[in-house]
């Protein structure tokens, strides 16, 4: 049998479920809080109905996905519920039993609420999950670009006509070019001179930087964490927030239903010296120093890619040439190879 407070948060639920208009719960009346604990926390199929409308409500391209698989593929809903519940730091990476069911009723029940104040009260989390799915493709697309500049300059740099074309045969050169053969090679010296200093200057930014996200990985211990799947600072200050919540809670309708009738005195006020305040404030510390070295990772990772753009957007003058960006400079060397194949052909 469940106790009284399960049979109440079950309640609760099962009202916010039904102003919600659950779908799996349309047209089904349920009385008596016994037979609504029965009906949210063990497992049927309605029970993961409902988590299924949950959790499509709170990220609705699940909806596409499920409605994609077989019926005999149900264990795939149970991971993808149970993949989404972690991402959002509501339970265990991989924690199948949650979703079928098969764990203490007050976490199912908790879990549940903790969807529907997603729902009720933060509808971005949506938004913000498929922001995260539209970067990844970006980053798909970033890589498939750079895998085929790779291949382009290995077959530029590995043929023989563009070593041939590098150091040709007919020297030594008639004199009357020797001067003007003297005077580039005199540019080009200068040139790489002053190429290898700004080289040497973005080499030691970039150390300088480096030494600067190996300070900041010693600071985030979370980032040094030998487990995935080990509570972070942020889930635990989570979890602290959220017994806390539920002691004063409990307390408060334990005393306003049972204990108050017997006296008449006001409630009692509650110091703030206790050992479950220290905790929280303690914990408010810590989250509030890993948010500091999170932001300063964040400014170094924008100051890398600034650096790495200007680097690749930028036009020098490769040989003496007119100026270009690296890209460009590609495109015309290939284009003279082809024009000096088809010559030889």
């Known amino acids: 049998m469940a106790g009284r407070t399960e049979l109440r948060?079950?309640?609760?639920?099962?009202?916010?479920?039904?102003?919600?208009?659950?779908?799996?719960?349309?047209?089904?009346?349920v009385s008596g809080s016994q037979n609504i604990?029965?009906?949210?926390?063990?497992?049927?199929?309605?029970?993961?109905?409902?988590l299924e409308w949950l959790c499509t409500r709170v990220y609705p391209p699940l909806q596409e996905q499920f409605s994609t698989l077989k019926e005999f593929e149900g264990e795939i809903k149970i991971k993808e519920m149970a993949k989404l519940g972690f991402e959002l730091m509501l339970c265990q990476e991989g924690d199948v039993d949650?979703?079928?069911?098969?764990?203490p009723s007050g976490r199912q029940?908790?879990?549940?609420?903790?969807?529907?104040?997603?729902?009720?009260?933060?509808?971005?989390?949506?938004?913000?999950?498929?922001?995260?799915?539209s970067s990844q493709i970006v980053d798909e697309a970033f890589a498939a670009c750079a895998y085929e500049n790779e291949d382009l300059l290995n077959?530029?740099?590995?043929?023989?006509h563009f070593q041939a074309t590098l150091t040709p045969e007919c020297n030594p050169w008639p004199a009357d070019l020797q001067p003007l053969l003297l005077k580039e090679e005199l540019q080009e010296g200068v040139y790489?001179?002053?190429?290898?200093?700004?080289?040497?200057?973005?080499?030691?930014?970039l150390q300088k930087i480096s030494t600067e996200l190996h300070d900041l990985k010693e600071e985030c211990t979370f980032l040094r964490s030998p487990v995935p799947a080990s509570e972070t600072v942020v889930q635990t200050l989570k979890l602290a927030t959220t017994d806390f919540h539920q002691l004063i809670a409990t307390f408060t309708r334990v005393y306003e239903n049972e204990f108050q009738e017997h006296c008449n005195h006001p409630a009692p006020r509650l110091s703030p010296c206790g050992p479950l305040f220290r905790s929280v404030h303690r914990l408010l510390e810590s989250c509030s120093k890993e948010l500091e070295a999170v932001a300063k990772f964040t400014t170094t990772s924008n100051t890398i890619t600034e650096v790495v753009r200007k680097r690749q957007q930028a036009k020098e003058s490769w040989g003496g040439g007119s100026l270009a960006t690296l890209h460009e400079k590609i495109k015309e060397l290939k284009h003279n190879y082809e024009l000096f194949l088809n010559s030889l052909q």
Not at 37 to 50: A, F, W
Not at 109 to 133: G, H, K, T, W, Y
Not at 192 to 205: I, T
């Open 155 to 160: 077959e530029i740099f590995s043929s023989p």
């Open 192 to 205: 790489q001179s002053d190429q290898n200093n700004e080289n040497n200057q973005h080499l030691e930014e």
């Open 109 to 133: 029940l908790l879990f549940m609420a903790n969807l529907l104040d997603i729902i009720q009260m933060a509808p971005s989390v949506s938004r913000d999950l498929r922001l995260e799915c």
């Open 37 to 50: 604990h029965e009906l949210l926390c063990t497992p049927s199929v309605i029970r993961l109905g409902v």
């Open 9 to 29: 948060q079950a309640e609760e639920v099962y009202e916010r479920l039904q102003k919600l208009s659950c779908l799996p719960l349309k047209g089904m009346y």
């Open 98 to 103: 949650l979703i079928k069911g098969l764990v």
